[in-house]
Antibody, heavy 121, light 109 residues
Framework: EVQLVESGGGLVQPGRSLRLSCAASGFTFVDYAMHWVRQGPGKGLEWVSGISWNSGNIGYADSVKGRFTISRDNAKNSVYLQMDSLRAEDMALYYC??????????????WGQGSLVTVSS | SYVLTQPPSVSAAPGQTARITCGGN??????VHWHQQKPGQAPMLVIYYDSDRPSGIPERFSGSNSGNTATLTISRVEAGDEADYYCQVWDNSGDHRWVFGGGTKLTVL
Protein backbone atom coordinates (compact mmCIF):
# COMPACT_ATOMS: atom_id res chain seq x y z
CA GLU A 1 0.00 0.00 0.00
CA VAL A 2 1.36 3.39 -1.02
CA GLN A 3 1.77 5.77 1.89
CA LEU A 4 2.95 9.37 1.85
CA VAL A 5 3.35 11.00 5.25
CA GLU A 6 4.14 14.70 5.46
CA SER A 7 5.68 16.37 8.50
CA GLY A 8 7.39 19.60 9.51
CA GLY A 9 4.51 22.03 9.28
CA GLY A 10 3.69 24.54 11.97
CA LEU A 11 3.43 28.19 12.90
CA VAL A 12 6.18 30.43 11.56
CA GLN A 13 6.69 34.18 11.42
CA PRO A 14 6.84 36.02 8.10
CA GLY A 15 10.34 36.03 6.68
CA ARG A 16 11.39 32.88 8.54
CA SER A 17 12.04 29.37 7.21
CA LEU A 18 10.47 25.94 7.50
CA ARG A 19 11.36 22.53 6.08
CA LEU A 20 8.70 20.00 5.13
CA SER A 21 9.41 16.30 4.79
CA CYS A 22 7.49 13.53 3.08
CA ALA A 23 8.23 9.92 3.94
CA ALA A 24 7.19 7.45 1.26
CA SER A 25 6.53 3.73 1.49
CA GLY A 26 4.80 0.95 -0.39
CA PHE A 27 6.53 1.54 -3.74
CA THR A 28 10.01 1.77 -5.27
CA PHE A 29 10.68 5.42 -4.46
CA VAL A 30 13.61 5.87 -6.84
CA ASP A 31 11.39 5.02 -9.84
CA TYR A 32 9.08 8.02 -9.53
CA ALA A 33 9.03 11.79 -9.57
CA MET A 34 7.59 13.52 -6.53
CA HIS A 35 5.71 16.78 -6.07
CA TRP A 36 4.47 19.30 -3.55
CA VAL A 37 1.00 20.83 -4.00
CA ARG A 38 -0.58 23.34 -1.64
CA GLN A 39 -4.10 24.45 -0.82
CA GLY A 40 -4.72 27.76 0.87
CA PRO A 41 -7.66 28.18 3.28
CA GLY A 42 -10.85 27.75 1.26
CA LYS A 43 -8.88 27.76 -1.98
CA GLY A 44 -8.06 25.33 -4.78
CA LEU A 45 -4.99 23.24 -5.50
CA GLU A 46 -1.73 24.89 -6.56
CA TRP A 47 1.29 22.95 -7.76
CA VAL A 48 4.35 24.19 -5.89
CA SER A 49 7.30 22.11 -7.03
CA GLY A 50 8.35 18.78 -8.51
CA ILE A 51 11.52 16.69 -8.69
CA SER A 52 12.38 13.86 -11.06
CA TRP A 53 13.59 10.43 -9.94
CA ASN A 54 17.28 11.37 -9.94
CA SER A 55 16.88 15.08 -9.08
CA GLY A 56 18.01 15.91 -12.61
CA ASN A 57 14.83 17.79 -13.45
CA ILE A 58 13.27 20.22 -10.99
CA GLY A 59 10.44 22.68 -11.42
CA TYR A 60 8.84 25.45 -9.37
CA ALA A 61 5.75 27.58 -9.54
CA ASP A 62 6.54 31.23 -10.20
CA SER A 63 5.04 32.12 -6.81
CA VAL A 64 7.79 30.24 -4.93
CA LYS A 65 10.74 30.34 -7.34
CA GLY A 66 13.86 31.62 -5.60
CA ARG A 67 12.39 31.06 -2.11
CA PHE A 68 11.57 27.33 -1.99
CA THR A 69 13.92 24.42 -2.69
CA ILE A 70 12.85 20.85 -3.34
CA SER A 71 15.16 17.89 -2.78
CA ARG A 72 14.98 14.14 -2.32
CA ASP A 73 16.98 11.40 -0.65
CA ASN A 74 16.36 8.12 -2.43
CA ALA A 75 18.21 6.20 0.28
CA LYS A 76 15.68 7.48 2.83
CA ASN A 77 12.62 7.33 0.55
CA SER A 78 11.94 10.95 1.33
CA VAL A 79 11.31 14.24 -0.42
CA TYR A 80 11.74 17.65 1.18
CA LEU A 81 10.63 21.23 0.68
CA GLN A 82 12.81 23.95 2.15
CA MET A 83 10.72 27.10 2.42
CA ASP A 84 12.58 30.37 3.01
CA SER A 85 11.38 33.97 3.25
CA LEU A 86 7.88 32.80 4.03
CA ARG A 87 4.98 35.14 3.36
CA ALA A 88 1.40 35.27 4.58
CA GLU A 89 0.24 34.01 1.18
CA ASP A 90 2.29 30.82 1.64
CA MET A 91 -0.03 29.76 4.44
CA ALA A 92 -1.64 26.52 3.26
CA LEU A 93 -1.99 22.79 3.63
CA TYR A 94 0.97 21.28 1.78
CA TYR A 95 0.45 17.91 0.11
CA CYS A 96 3.10 15.51 -1.06
CA UNK A 97 2.11 13.71 -4.27
CA UNK A 98 3.64 10.82 -6.18
CA UNK A 99 4.14 11.06 -9.93
CA UNK A 100 3.28 8.07 -12.10
CA UNK A 101 6.70 7.97 -13.78
CA UNK A 102 10.32 9.06 -13.67
CA UNK A 103 9.96 12.64 -14.83
CA UNK A 104 7.86 15.64 -13.87
CA UNK A 105 5.26 15.31 -16.61
CA UNK A 106 3.55 12.14 -15.36
CA UNK A 107 0.22 12.52 -13.61
CA UNK A 108 -0.15 12.24 -9.82
CA UNK A 109 -1.53 8.91 -8.68
CA UNK A 110 -1.23 9.16 -4.87
CA TRP A 111 -1.45 11.99 -2.36
CA GLY A 112 -0.47 12.35 1.28
CA GLN A 113 -2.75 13.79 3.96
CA GLY A 114 -0.95 17.12 4.08
CA SER A 115 1.05 19.26 6.50
CA LEU A 116 -0.30 22.62 7.62
CA VAL A 117 1.88 25.69 7.38
CA THR A 118 0.69 28.82 9.18
CA VAL A 119 2.53 32.07 8.55
CA SER A 120 1.71 34.73 11.10
CA SER A 121 3.43 37.14 13.45
CA SER B 1 0.91 30.78 -18.68
CA TYR B 2 -1.76 28.18 -19.38
CA VAL B 3 -5.14 28.69 -17.69
CA LEU B 4 -7.81 26.08 -16.92
CA THR B 5 -11.36 27.28 -16.30
CA GLN B 6 -13.93 25.28 -14.34
CA PRO B 7 -17.44 26.27 -13.22
CA PRO B 8 -17.47 26.92 -9.46
CA SER B 9 -20.40 24.63 -8.89
CA VAL B 10 -22.48 21.90 -10.48
CA SER B 11 -25.48 20.12 -9.00
CA ALA B 12 -27.30 16.90 -9.79
CA ALA B 13 -29.99 14.78 -8.19
CA PRO B 14 -29.20 11.19 -7.19
CA GLY B 15 -29.39 8.90 -10.19
CA GLN B 16 -28.87 11.73 -12.66
CA THR B 17 -25.76 12.59 -14.66
CA ALA B 18 -23.31 15.33 -13.63
CA ARG B 19 -20.95 16.90 -16.13
CA ILE B 20 -18.02 19.03 -15.01
CA THR B 21 -16.16 20.98 -17.66
CA CYS B 22 -12.58 22.18 -17.83
CA GLY B 23 -11.81 24.82 -20.43
CA GLY B 24 -8.41 25.65 -21.85
CA ASN B 25 -6.89 26.86 -25.08
CA UNK B 26 -6.68 23.82 -27.37
CA UNK B 27 -6.88 21.55 -24.34
CA UNK B 28 -7.77 18.67 -26.67
CA UNK B 29 -4.07 18.52 -27.55
CA UNK B 30 -3.12 17.93 -23.92
CA UNK B 31 -3.70 15.06 -21.51
CA VAL B 32 -6.18 15.94 -18.77
CA HIS B 33 -6.29 14.35 -15.34
CA TRP B 34 -9.06 14.69 -12.75
CA HIS B 35 -8.87 14.58 -8.96
CA GLN B 36 -11.71 14.30 -6.46
CA GLN B 37 -11.44 15.92 -3.04
CA LYS B 38 -14.06 15.17 -0.41
CA PRO B 39 -14.40 17.55 2.56
CA GLY B 40 -11.53 17.21 5.00
CA GLN B 41 -9.72 14.68 2.82
CA ALA B 42 -6.73 14.63 0.50
CA PRO B 43 -7.34 14.65 -3.25
CA MET B 44 -7.69 11.35 -5.07
CA LEU B 45 -7.12 10.60 -8.75
CA VAL B 46 -10.32 9.58 -10.54
CA ILE B 47 -9.44 9.97 -14.25
CA TYR B 48 -6.06 10.08 -16.01
CA TYR B 49 -5.07 10.59 -19.63
CA ASP B 50 -8.46 12.12 -20.45
CA SER B 51 -10.57 9.00 -19.94
CA ASP B 52 -8.73 6.21 -18.09
CA ARG B 53 -9.89 5.13 -14.64
CA PRO B 54 -7.54 3.97 -11.85
CA SER B 55 -8.41 0.66 -10.30
CA GLY B 56 -11.15 1.03 -7.73
CA ILE B 57 -12.84 3.99 -9.42
CA PRO B 58 -16.41 3.10 -10.49
CA GLU B 59 -17.29 2.90 -14.17
CA ARG B 60 -19.78 5.69 -13.47
CA PHE B 61 -16.82 8.06 -13.77
CA SER B 62 -15.75 8.83 -17.33
CA GLY B 63 -13.86 11.56 -19.15
CA SER B 64 -13.55 13.11 -22.57
CA ASN B 65 -11.40 15.80 -24.12
CA SER B 66 -11.72 17.66 -27.40
CA GLY B 67 -11.18 21.13 -28.79
CA ASN B 68 -11.14 23.65 -25.95
CA THR B 69 -13.06 21.60 -23.38
CA ALA B 70 -12.44 18.51 -21.28
CA THR B 71 -15.37 16.95 -19.43
CA LEU B 72 -15.68 14.72 -16.40
CA THR B 73 -18.98 12.84 -16.47
CA ILE B 74 -20.41 11.13 -13.42
CA SER B 75 -23.36 8.88 -14.25
CA ARG B 76 -25.95 7.73 -11.77
CA VAL B 77 -24.76 10.26 -9.22
CA GLU B 78 -24.67 9.14 -5.58
CA ALA B 79 -24.57 11.13 -2.36
CA GLY B 80 -20.99 9.94 -1.84
CA ASP B 81 -19.89 11.69 -5.04
CA GLU B 82 -20.37 15.11 -3.45
CA ALA B 83 -16.91 16.65 -3.54
CA ASP B 84 -14.66 19.18 -5.22
CA TYR B 85 -13.27 18.10 -8.57
CA TYR B 86 -10.07 19.49 -10.11
CA CYS B 87 -8.76 19.12 -13.64
CA GLN B 88 -5.01 19.13 -14.19
CA VAL B 89 -2.71 19.41 -17.19
CA TRP B 90 1.01 19.58 -17.85
CA ASP B 91 1.93 22.90 -19.42
CA ASN B 92 4.96 22.31 -21.61
CA SER B 93 5.05 25.81 -23.08
CA GLY B 94 7.79 28.02 -21.67
CA ASP B 95 8.56 27.00 -18.10
CA HIS B 96 7.30 23.45 -17.69
CA ARG B 97 4.78 23.19 -14.89
CA TRP B 98 1.60 21.57 -13.68
CA VAL B 99 -1.62 23.57 -13.85
CA PHE B 100 -4.84 22.93 -11.92
CA GLY B 101 -8.25 24.26 -12.68
CA GLY B 102 -9.95 26.28 -9.98
CA GLY B 103 -12.11 23.36 -8.94
CA THR B 104 -15.83 22.57 -9.16
CA LYS B 105 -18.03 21.80 -6.19
CA LEU B 106 -20.45 18.99 -7.04
CA THR B 107 -23.58 19.15 -4.92
CA VAL B 108 -25.88 16.15 -4.84
CA LEU B 109 -29.42 17.46 -4.38
Amino acid sequence: EVQLVESGGGLVQPGRSLRLSCAASGFTFVDYAMHWVRQGPGKGLEWVSGISWNSGNIGYADSVKGRFTISRDNAKNSVYLQMDSLRAEDMALYYCAKGRGLDLNYYFDYWGQGSLVTVSS
Amino acid sequence: SYVLTQPPSVSAAPGQTARITCGGNDIGRKSVHWHQQKPGQAPMLVIYYDSDRPSGIPERFSGSNSGNTATLTISRVEAGDEADYYCQVWDNSGDHRWVFGGGTKLTVL
